[in-house]
């Protein structure tokens, strides 16, 4: 009977050892439920071989972090730094966790702790309040907004920055090595100063642990700063188009008043008509409100910025959209598709007024691991093209960011499909 109590333990114990990472750095709870489960069970099973075998407690959690590393790597991450990641932060908060539980109950009923732990009630109940505890923050933080997005753009990313692999792996290695002082700290025979250890070891736990937090911060006030930039930009465009609008319209006036000077009537209706002075500008408009409210938010402005762009310069941009789930996009991605919507605007605004002026901008995520942009002009663009236009740049960039892109230029017709970091 104990051996089935154990063991179903030991699986809610994995579920939560698993899950709780998996939420906090804002991954999808429907896209990896399954791999969670099916990690919960497999450990389990094996937590309970290595428990009932003849190999030294120090040794199991060796054993173990090793085996739930491999088999995050197989279901859950896609990189192996990823992994590392993940099965650290959920295995060093799990045992942070329990250290706690531990610490109160044997204070509280003056205990031993080398005794303590081996007692079948009291392992069973610090297993019971753990999970409890586990499974209801990680509730909270799925519920919440208060994910470490950032850490997990970094570490799904293709290319991370070589000083921030060094330092997140310093991280994780540090979280294995506080399991392994924290294992051996609460199973060595109690000294004088155990006390005093097991306090310093909760404390470097809390410190580590707190590093992902930090982390997240750096990475979070990183991106604020390079969408500012970003959108900055873009409202210097349209500040920099009003200004030649302005030039223009003066350049106008000055040459109808010169007509007028020389009392060439006849030629002003002949000047009007051939520089379409007689149009009225369009007005602006907003963003397609078919889409869906999940979209990114960044996305979103960017889609209102580049209409109000586009028709500055005379091109209408139609937006569409089928998404049925929460949209979430790195700033990389949208300046790379920003680049490649600017050249597109700028050679429809220099092209001959008989052109159709139109950009179609698609958006498809109807696939769970990925979203598709797909970007459509009647516009046929030349194999020579301005030294300026840097489309081609930033395609190769999304590229080295994990898209897969299909693309021809007469006319336009390029499909984006980026990876959800």
Not at 8 to 22: K, Q, T
Not at 66 to 94: C, D, H
Not at 271 to 300: G, M, R, T, W
Not at 322 to 336: A, G, T, Y
């Amino acid at each position: 009977m104990n051996i089935i109590i154990t063991l179903i333990l030991s699986f809610f114990e994995w579920v939560c050892l698993f899950l709780f990472p998996i939420m906090i750095l804002g991954y999808s709870w429907k896209r990896h439920y399954k791999a969670i489960i099916s990690s919960a069970g497999i450990m389990s099973v094996l937590s309970l071989s290595l428990h009932h075998s003849s190999i030294s407690i120090t040794y199991i959690i060796i054993l173990q972090i090793i085996s739930a590393f491999l088999l995050v790597r197989w279901l859950l991450a896609n990189k192996i730094l990823e992994a590392f990641v993940i099965t650290s932060i959920g295995y060093g908060f799990y045992i942070f966790i329990q250290m706690i539980f531990m610490e109160i109950l044997v204070r509280a009923f003056q205990l031993d702790h080398f005794i303590f732990f081996f007692i079948f009630f009291n392992k069973t109940t610090i297993q019971l309040l753990t999970i409890l505890f586990l499974f209801v923050i990680s509730m909270i933080v799925r519920f919440s907004t208060y994910q470490l997005n950032e850490v997990r753009f970094i570490i799904k990313g293709p290319r991370m920055n070589k000083k921030y692999r060094i330092l997140i792996t310093l991280i994780a290695i540090s979280t294995v090595a506080f399991i392994y002082l924290t294992a051996y700290t609460l199973l060595s025979e109690e000294s004088p100063n155990k006390q005093l250890v097991i306090l310093l070891v909760m404390v470097l736990g809390f410190i580590i642990l707190s590093f992902y937090l930090f982390l997240h911060i750096q990475f979070q006030k990183q991106q604020i700063l390079e969408a500012k930039q970003l959108f900055l930009d873009q409202e210097q465009q349209i500040i920099d188009r009003v200004e030649n609008l302005k030039e223009e319209s003066i350049q106008h006036f000055q040459a109808i008043l010169k007509l007028t000077e020389r009392q060439a009537y006849d030629l002003i209706p002949d000047y009007i008509e051939a520089n379409h002075l007689d149009k009225a500008p369009s007005k602006l408009s907003f963003v397609d409100q078919n889409l869906p409210p999940q979209l990114d938010e960044l996305l979103y402005i960017f889609l209102i910025n580049k209409r109000k762009l586009g028709q500055l310069f005379g091109v209408s941009i139609e937006v569409s959209g089928e998404v049925h789930q929460e949209v979430s996009i790195s700033l990389q991605q949208i300046v790379c598709i920003s680049r490649v919507m600017d050249d597109f605007i700028y050679m429809l605004f220099q092209a001959s007024e008989e052109q159709d002026k139109t950009i179609h901008f698609h958006i498809d995520m109807r696939e769970e691991e990925s979203i598709a942009f797909t970007i459509t002009s009647p516009f046929h663009i030349e194999e020579k093209v301005d030294e300026s236009i840097s489309y081609y740049d930033a395609l190769i960039q999304l590229k080295h960011l994990g898209a897969v892109i299909q693309s021809d230029f007469q006319p336009i017709n390029l499909s984006i499909r980026s990876p959800i970091l």
